[in-house]
């Protein structure tokens, strides 16, 4: 099995920083792409950004050149690092696995707050 943990959410004013993390155990070498999610309050879950194996990022409009997603595979990790913060981009991140098989894993989510 493979287990995600997300941290490194909380608040923070517009214009402001945060890197997220999302720490793998288990079966982490079934893992291929890895990528974050939010679901802002009322609205349905969006992609952020994903990350190949190899390390190719790829974002959504809205935080483009202002994102960046990483992925340490030696430490089983992967990152989000997320400046000039918007209110809108106040939500609940979760952090995304797809294994070998297609099966997607979730973490539990943490919350970002933007919000002066």
């Known amino acids: 099995q493979v287990q995600l943990v997300e941290s490194g959410g909380g608040l923070v004013q517009p214009g402001g920083s945060l890197r997220l993390s999302c720490v793998v155990s288990?079966?982490?070498?079934?893992?291929?792409?890895m990528g974050w999610y939010r679901r802002a309050p009322g609205k349905e879950r969006e992609l952020v950004a994903t990350i190949t194996p190899g390390g190719s990022p790829d974002y959504a409009d809205s935080v483009k050149d202002r994102f960046t997603i990483s992925r340490h595979n030696a430490q089983n990790t992967a990152y989000l690092q997320m400046n000039s913060l918007k209110p809108e981009d106040t939500a609940v991140y979760y952090c995304?696995?797809?294994?070998?098989?297609?099966?997607?894993?979730w973490g539990q989510g943490t919350l970002v707050t933007v919000s002066s």
């Open positions: 288990g079966s982490v070498f079934r893992i291929t792409t």
């Open positions: 995304n696995a797809r294994l070998l098989t297609g099966v997607q894993v």
